[in-house]
């Protein structure tokens, strides 16, 4: 089997980066090599302009000028590390990609999926994960985990409503390309979020 590449996305709080590290593991114990990074960032470029993303600033940023920040690191992203990988035959798991901006600055933002469609067409020449994994929880659940965590970057600190129309368009990438996406409930404990991703993965892998 060539290499894929697998995304984690989720709302904050899912459980991506605790569930990355049972999917990591899964796929070592049958000798993939494996490279593991995250949206926006990944490389040094693509981390410069996740700080920008995610940090707070006295000035409001536009809606436009974050999906253009987030693609901008997306490109850097797939031109030196994804693809290469990819191409050296190791296995790459991205914690979020492209369905993130769908649901943040398409739902959550309110942009025009078809502004999203032409950059993801005319910067990425449509690239997309392999498989996506979709831990999904309702808003209020993430967000009360995130926030026993710590303090809020600029996006955490969002209303409910956005991010219930985060998840929505979440829910819209799922029907529109089912074959894509393994879904996951991710509202139980962590283990039983790591049980159904380990039975997900042995089906999807038979
Ligand atoms: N963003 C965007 O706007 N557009 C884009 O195109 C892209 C991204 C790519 C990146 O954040 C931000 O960028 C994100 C979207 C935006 N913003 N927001 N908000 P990130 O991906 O780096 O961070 P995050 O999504 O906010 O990650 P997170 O808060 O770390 O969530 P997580 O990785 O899904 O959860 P976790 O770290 O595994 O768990 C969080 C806590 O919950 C932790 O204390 C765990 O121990 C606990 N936990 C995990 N699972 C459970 C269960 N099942 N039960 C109870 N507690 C649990």
């Given at each position: 089997?060539?290499?894929?590449?697998?995304?984690i996305?989720g709302l904050?709080?899912?459980?991506?980066?605790?569930?990355a590290?049972?999917?990591?593991?899964?796929?070592?114990?049958?000798g993939?090599?494996?490279?593991?990074?995250?949206?926006?960032?990944?490389?040094e470029?693509?981390?410069?302009?996740r700080?920008?993303?995610?940090s707070?600033h006295?000035?409001?940023?536009?809606?436009?000028?974050?999906l253009?920040?987030?693609?901008?690191?997306?490109?850097?992203?797939?031109?030196?590390l994804?693809?290469p990988?990819?191409?050296?035959?190791?296995?790459?798991?991205?914690?979020?990609?492209?369905?993130?901006?769908?649901?943040?600055?398409?739902?959550?933002?309110?942009?025009?999926?078809?502004?999203?469609?032409?950059?993801?067409?005319?910067?990425?020449a449509?690239?997309?994960?392999?498989?996506?994994?979709?831990?999904?929880?309702?808003?209020?659940?993430?967000?009360?985990?995130?926030?026993a965590?710590?303090?809020l970057?600029?996006?955490?600190?969002?209303?409910?409503?956005?991010?219930?129309?985060?998840?929505?368009?979440?829910q819209?990438r799922?029907d529109?390309?089912?074959?894509?996406f393994?879904?996951?409930d991710?509202a139980?404990?962590?283990?039983a979020?790591?049980?159904?991703?380990?039975?997900?993965?042995?089906?999807?892998?038979a």
């Open positions: 089997m060539s290499a894929l590449f697998i995304s996305e904050e709080g899912a459980g991506k980066t605790t569930q590290e049972v999917l990591m593991a899964w796929l070592a114990a049958r993939h090599d494996i490279v593991r990074t995250r949206e926006p960032g990944g490389t470029i693509a981390e410069a302009i700080d920008l993303v995610l707070h006295s000035e409001k940023m536009d809606p436009v000028t974050e253009l920040l987030v693609f901008a690191a997306r490109k850097q992203h797939v031109a030196s994804i693809q990988a990819l191409a050296a035959g190791q296995w790459v798991i991205s914690d979020r990609f492209t369905d993130a901006t769908y649901a943040y600055q398409g739902g959550g933002r309110g942009l025009d999926r078809s502004l999203i469609a032409s950059l993801e067409e005319t910067v990425l449509n690239f997309q994960p392999d498989l996506t994994i979709w831990f999904d929880c309702d808003a209020a659940t993430g967000l009360a985990r995130a926030q965590r710590g303090a970057d600029r996006i955490e600190g969002e209303d409910i409503a956005f991010f219930n129309r985060c998840r929505a368009q979440y819209l799922y529109q390309q089912p074959e894509r393994i879904k996951i991710a139980p404990s962590q283990a979020v790591s049980e159904q991703l380990i039975t997900a993965l042995e089906v999807y892998f």
